[in-house]
């Protein structure tokens, strides 16, 4: 029998689901909620179905999401459908602390040449997860993501960046101005990419401390963005192709500054 308690979690999961609650996150499936616990998110609550509390590896998550958590509530599978933010109920859903990373925090992050990646007024919060996962395994030292851009932190992005989002260095809430101006403080590069730009990607030294704007999925970067970087860069393409997914874009610069950076270290 769900218990008023209970109720009263599930309510406040739903809430924190569909973004009313500023200072929770709601992370859903066993992976991501592995990623919670590695990652040391302060976690507010657990919410898992009777059925996958009788699976030996998700038993042994809950025991261990127990011992940083006092409160687990055992449901149905109906009821966690209920909150569930996909189709397909994953079977455990945590609340946890949103991380934080101000401004003064996420400086004392970065290393002397840092590898940053500004996400501006990137709506889809599938593309914000995924460049956020490719940024981490490509070896970038943090994000930043102005107001324009969706939440990093909202179940959907969660489960784009697949954990990335928990260790990645991340400033979110700027705007593009005062972001630039940050990096100019600090000496940082900042690049963004253009059709009409004259510099190949690989022509570009990334060595150096950069930091890669990627701006809307269907429209890019004004015309006033693009001036105000420092560096413009295009990625040749053939065919009648014009322009490539926000994502499949920053895959492949920040790929390439990882070789560069890569090939400096062995030499």
């Known amino acids: 029998m769900i218990t008023s308690r209970d109720n009263s979690l599930l309510r406040r999961a739903r809430a924190v689901r569909d973004g009313k609650v500023d200072d929770a996150i709601f992370v859903e499936g066993l992976r991501l909620c592995e990623e919670a616990l590695s990652s040391g998110l302060a976690i507010e609550a657990v919410i898992f179905s009777d059925e996958i509390a009788h699976k030996e590896k998700a038993a042994r998550l809950i025991d261990q999401l127990g011992q940083v958590c006092n409160r687990l509530a055992s449901v149905s599978e109906k009821l966690l459908e209920s909150i569930s933010y996909t189709k397909t109920p994953q079977g455990?859903?945590?609340?946890?602390?949103?991380?934080?990373?101000?401004?003064?925090?996420?400086?004392?992050?970065q290393p002397s040449a840092p590898l940053l990646v500004v996400l501006h007024g990137i709506n889809n919060p599938v593309n914000v997860g995924a460049i956020l996962r490719t940024a981490e395994a490509a070896g970038a030292t943090g994000?930043?993501?102005?107001?324009?851009?969706?939440?990093?932190?909202?179940?959907?992005?969660?489960?784009?960046?697949?954990?990335?989002?928990?260790?990645?260095?991340?400033?979110?809430?700027?705007?593009?101005?005062?972001?630039?101006?940050?990096?100019?403080?600090?000496?940082?590069?900042?690049?963004?990419?253009?059709?009409?730009?004259?510099?190949?990607?690989?022509?570009?030294?990334?060595?150096?401390?950069?930091?890669?704007?990627m701006g809307p999925e269907s429209t890019g970067l004004s015309r006033e963005e693009v001036s105000a970087a420092i560096n413009v860069i295009t990625i040749p393409m053939l065919g009648e192709v014009q322009s490539l997914n926000v994502g499949v874009a920053a895959a492949i610069i920040l790929y390439e500054a990882a070789r560069q950076r890569a090939s400096r270290i062995r030499v």
């Open 92 to 109: 455990i859903v945590l609340l946890a602390a949103r991380p934080e990373m101000d401004e003064a925090n996420f400086k004392s992050a």
């Open 143 to 213: 994000a930043i993501t102005t107001q324009q851009t969706s939440d990093p932190f909202s179940p959907k992005s969660l489960r784009g960046a697949m954990g990335s989002a928990f260790r990645l260095p991340i400033w979110t809430g700027t705007t593009f101005d005062e972001g630039l101006a940050w990096c100019r403080e600090r000496q940082i590069e900042t690049v963004c990419t253009d059709v009409a730009g004259k510099t190949a990607y690989t022509d570009l030294d990334w060595t150096t401390a950069k930091a890669l704007i």
